[in-house]
């Protein structure tokens, strides 16, 4: 699906979309075409359309949000994260036999 937002070609991904794309979703298409071409020529996908892009980090955690609106977030889903972490754990417990505490 990202595919044609990467290469700035919605027309050709017709058949992704249910209708005519949204007038806005060319505009993200371009932001994110921008993103990719920033990065392939400095290593940083930052650009004016685009707040300010944070290396990740474990403590932070910052993720860019693309869609419509396109924003930086902290942890996004971090309850999901945490919840499917005690999950994989409880698994990994149970099938090498090691006793929860």
């Given at each position: 699906?990202?595919?044609p937002?990467v290469f700035?070609?919605?027309?050709?991904?017709r058949?992704?979309?249910?209708?005519?794309?949204?007038?806005d979703?060319?505009?993200?298409?371009?932001s994110?075409?921008a993103?990719?071409t920033?990065f392939?020529?400095?290593?940083r996908p930052?650009?004016?359309?685009?707040p300010?892009?944070?290396?990740y980090s474990?403590?932070r955690r910052?993720?860019?949000?693309?869609?419509?609106?396109c924003?930086l977030?902290?942890?996004?889903?971090?309850?999901d994260?945490?919840?499917f972490?005690?999950?994989r754990?409880?698994?990994?417990?149970?099938?090498i036999g090691?006793?929860?505490y």
């Amino acid at each position: 699906m990202e595919i044609p937002f990467v290469f700035d070609n919605l027309p050709a991904a017709r058949s992704l979309f249910e209708s005519e794309p949204r007038a806005d979703a060319f505009a993200l298409a371009a932001s994110i075409s921008a993103a990719w071409t920033a990065f392939a020529h400095t290593g940083r996908p930052d650009h004016p359309g685009l707040p300010t892009w944070e290396g990740y980090s474990l403590p932070r955690r910052a993720t860019m949000s693309l869609d419509y609106t396109c924003g930086l977030a902290n942890d996004p889903y971090r309850e999901d994260r945490l919840a499917f972490e005690k999950l994989r754990s409880e698994r990994i417990h149970t099938a090498i036999g090691f006793p929860r505490y």
